[in-house]
């Protein structure tokens, strides 16, 4: 592994194509350059890039420079189609593998994982995740890989009984070539989840997103192309390819080979995407937008439910699973305003291996000011930030980072008609919504009534959180609020637990067929087999 701060004579960390278990080359490259320096020094970190991307010489003096990173191989058009078809070429001898050893994937991934995470941390902070982010990312994956979660997995995909002198089997069956398309805003633990669609006997091909593709490339090639071999895994079970998005899903929807298409993106996109999928028979495992709720009731741990709050401000909200609205009981909604404040305080912007920093630069800052001027023009009331920030946290107009920015707004009623609260923003903007008299004068039951409808009609459904004291009040909304992959309880919000899942939900966030999302079983169907000995069919027809 070369160091993410090359020295002059370090060699440049470069990935071609995978396709069929060989390197290929494509069209051109594309250069990653670190972060930090694009903070630094923009002009400089940019022209390298450039330069680097029309004379891609891996021995010139402009490679060798430190604010370089790697480069990774830019797919031509007819290597996509080679991909897929090596993918299917390989499907049959891969799923032939017993599940067991295919299960064991997931366990030496993430030993890999643990191995040589200090690797992995520096690649996503060169890509713009502070490292406390990216320490977030990893212990995604190190809990979906968790023994006790590839334990429940494996259950899930093969269960036996007997019956009647018959031996009968639940079992899960792959779907055959799978595709992924990991987000830019976290592509490395994305394209990860590819492992779980292998353990399930998949083939799978993998798209690095153009703009940020090292991390990705790492993974898969580095950590899990390996294991495939010690697996003894036949050529083609795993590709890896970097091009534009549209012109490789576009191949990937025509192409007759490929069976299931993971796609990472906004909900608009992704529904249209969900439609040409069906129609051309492919399954689409959609995890689109988020817009999660956060509930405060009035007997709340009010530090720790201010603490689940900020989770917010993460990737200065460029994440899909943070929250991003909060309703609060009005009996201690000022309470909760001013521990959410001062925790807010705290959170600063920095340079991304700064182990304390969270937020990260943010562009296309423009909707931001939008989203917020239409919010206080229709009533809701500006608590804290609202301003561009420099990397030093002073108010700048060209800072490139937002200041956590927090609303009041009063009344569920009205709330619902705000962009910031209908939709996800992906900003650093979270609007705290305090019910109003009218809403809270028939007493708390019907309060919680209405809280509980306002969750529920969210048009997304990723996650939600509830912070409360009451048994009867999470009784009351572990039965009832039916919106969302996950509902989390007096818990982090955007923190992942064994069993449970990281990903997928209802409504705009998974489309039609959306609900909690495990990759392993998503990309992988049911079937029953009975085996029977000495049975007469005639009488075996009529069995009760």
């Known amino acids: 592994m070369v160091g993410i701060i090359a020295p002059p004579e370090a060699k440049l960390l470069s990935y071609p194509s995978y396709i069929g278990d060989k390197d290929v080359e494509g069209a051109g490259w594309v250069y990653t350059v670190s972060s930090k320096s694009l903070l630094e020094d923009v002009f400089t970190s940019v022209s390298l890039k450039r330069a680097l991307e029309q004379d891609p010489d891996p021995d010139s003096p402009a490679a060798r420079h430190p604010y370089v990173v790697g480069r990774c191989a830019v797919v031509e058009g007819a290597d996509i189609d080679a991909a897929t078809e090596a993918a299917a070429r390989a499907v049959r001898g891969w799923a032939a593998v017993p599940l067991a050893d295919r299960i064991r994937l997931g366990r030496m991934f993430r030993e890999q994982l643990l191995l040589r995470q200090d690797e992995l ?4 902070v060169a890509e713009a995740h502070p490292r406390k982010l990216a320490r977030w990312e990893l212990t995604c994956l190190l809990q979906v890989f968790s023994d006790a979660s590839i334990s429940w997995y494996e259950q899930q995909m093969h269960t036996e009984f007997e019956y009647a002198g018959r031996r009968l089997i639940v079992r899960r069956q792959p779907d055959g070539v799978v595709c992924v398309n990991p987000p830019q805003n976290a592509p490395a633990p994305s394209s990860a989840l590819a492992v779980l669609a292998l353990m399930a006997g998949n083939a799978v091909v993998v798209r690095a997103p153009r703009s940020i593709a090292l991390s990705t490339m790492y993974i898969l090639r580095e950590l899990v192309v390996p294991l495939l071999a010690q697996l003894g895994a036949p050529a083609g079970t795993l590709n890896v390819i970097c091009g534009k998005p549209r012109q490789i899903l576009d191949r990937w929807l025509e192409h007759p080979l490929v069976d299931d298409i993971l796609y990472f993106g906004g909900s608009q996109e992704g529904l249209r995407f ?52 909060v309703v609060v009981h009005p009996d201690v909604a000022d309470g909760l305003l001013a521990r959410v404040r001062e925790q807010v305080a705290a959170i600063r912007p920095g340079l991304p291996d700064d182990e304390e920093v969270l937020l990260s630069p943010v562009r296309r800052s423009e909707k931001f000011f939008a989203l917020l001027e239409s919010a206080t023009a229709n009533g809701a009331a500006l608590v804290t930030g609202g301003r561009r920030v420099e990397l030093d946290g002073t108010p700048s107009q060209t800072g490139v980072f937002l200041e956590p920015t927090v609303l009041r707004v009063d009344g569920l009623t009205k709330a619902r008609a705000l962009d910031v609260v209908r939709h996800e923003t992906f900003f650093p903007l979270l609007p705290v919504i305090v019910p109003g008299p009218a809403e809270a004068a028939d007493g708390d039951e019907a309060l919680l009534d209405t809280v509980i409808e306002f969750v529920n009609a969210n048009e997304y459904g990723l996650r939600n959180s509830l912070w409360t004291g009451s048994a009867e009040v999470i009784e009351r909304c572990i039965v009832e609020i039916r919106n969302g992959g996950l509902l989390k309880i007096n818990d982090s919000h955007i923190g992942f637990l064994p069993y449970l899942p990281s990903h997928g939900g209802t409504g705009l966030t998974g489309g039609a067929f959306g609900e909690a999302n495990y990759p392993i079983l998503k990309t992988s169907h049911l079937q029953g ?7 007469t069919p005639r009488t075996a027809a009529f069995e009760v």
Do not use: H
């Open 529 to 535: 087999v009975s085996i029977g000995a000495g049975t």
């Open 274 to 325: 969900e439609q040409d999928c069906v129609a051309r028979g492919k399954k689409p495992i959609l995890e689109l937008a988020g817009n999660d709720g956060l509930v405060v009731w009035k007997d709340a741990d009010l530090d720790q439910a201010a603490e689940a709050i900020t989770e917010c401000f993460f990737g200065s909200g460029q994440i899909c699973m943070v929250p991003n609205y």
């Open 121 to 124: 941390l520096d690649i996503l």
